[in-house]
Nanobody, 123 residues
């Protein structure tokens, strides 16, 4: 079980930046891979980014490569998503997620979810 916090506000203009934070209630967060998924209005849920438990390996959807950065601070039980150069298509509800195996986040389905946070990018 995770709690997600949104920093920077939910509304941002095209080209702007926003950082999302997900604080895990589980004290053994360092033993889990983590990621972010999003669901845009009228669209299917999609994977945005994922990282392994050590924060060394990262996966990014092609649509966000070079603009989004996933990172984590296991000492704070937190995973972040730094979103830069936001586009209108980035408007979606974003969810943090975790799973003992990164493969499950990237390919299958995350085992654990946090609450969603709405990001709206104006054009």
């Amino acid at each position: 079980m995770f709690s997600c916090r949104r920093l920077g506000g939910g509304l941002v203009q095209t080209g702007g930046s926003l950082r999302l934070s997900c604080v895990a209630s589980e004290r053994t967060f360092g033993g889990y891979a983590a990621g972010w998924l999003r669901q845009a209005p009228g669209k299917d849920r999609e994977l945005v980014a994922a990282t392994n438990k050590g924060g060394i390996t990262a996966f990014y959807a092609d649509s966000v490569k070079g603009r989004f950065t996933i990172s984590r601070d296991n000492a704070k039980n937190t995973v972040y998503l730094q979103m830069d150069s936001l586009k209108p298509e980035g408007t979606a509800v974003y969810y943090c997620a975790a799973d003992p195996i990164m493969h499950n986040i990237v390919v299958v389905t995350p085992g654990f979810w946090g609450q969603g946070t709405l990001v709206t990018v104006s054009s």
